[in-house]
């Protein structure tokens, strides 16, 4: 069984993805705080995983994690998420993607400017799915400095 299949498209399922994506990102990133604020995961025959530290907190952090695509004279980055980590509660959650914070683009029938769960929904599946697909071709970020201070893991508790 997939590790999203038994989500279902309500709040409970939500809140249910953002652990799934939690776990996820431990198995990619075990030390947030020990990477450099940008740094380039690359595995033979897959597409290099970019990854940047947007801000770090006591219980949160926000990154952003993408691949980038060479385009006639541009590099595009897709999928352009950018993920808080919430580390007292172990969930993750997409926050942004390629920019857009109301998913709109997910969801055609949101008449309001907040997303909808079911746009969220949508959007964080997509997360564990890619982020499956990036562990399961080898990406991992390891820690730059090993001793870092105030390194947290992922799989700290609080």
Request: glycine share 6%; proline share 0%.
């Given at each position: 069984m997939h590790a999203h299949q038994h989500h279902a498209c309500?709040?409970?399922?939500?809140?249910s993805l953002y652990e799934t994506n939690y776990m996820l990102l431990?198995?990619?990133i075990p030390?947030?705080?020990g990477v450099d604020n940008q740094t380039v995961s690359s595995v033979n025959g897959g597409q290099d995983l970019f990854l940047q530290v947007i801000e770090h907190n006591k219980?949160?952090?926000?990154?952003s994690l993408t691949h980038r695509f060479r385009?006639?004279?541009?590099?595009?980055?897709l999928p352009g998420l950018t993920i808080r980590i919430y580390f007292d509660a172990c969930q993750a959650e997409v926050v942004s993607w390629q920019g857009r914070e109301n998913f709109a683009g997910l969801n055609a029938h949101s008449f309001s400017r907040l997303p909808s769960v079911?746009?969220?929904?949508q959007v964080n599946l997509f997360l564990g799915k890619w982020l499956q697909y990036c562990l399961?071709?080898?990406h991992r970020f390891e820690r730059s400095n090993p001793r870092a201070i105030g390194c947290r893991a992922l799989t700290e508790t609080y």
């Open positions: 309500n709040f409970n399922g939500l809140m431990r198995s990619l030390c947030v705080v219980y949160t952090s926000c990154i385009e006639k004279d541009a590099a595009v980055a079911k746009a969220k929904w399961k071709i080898g």
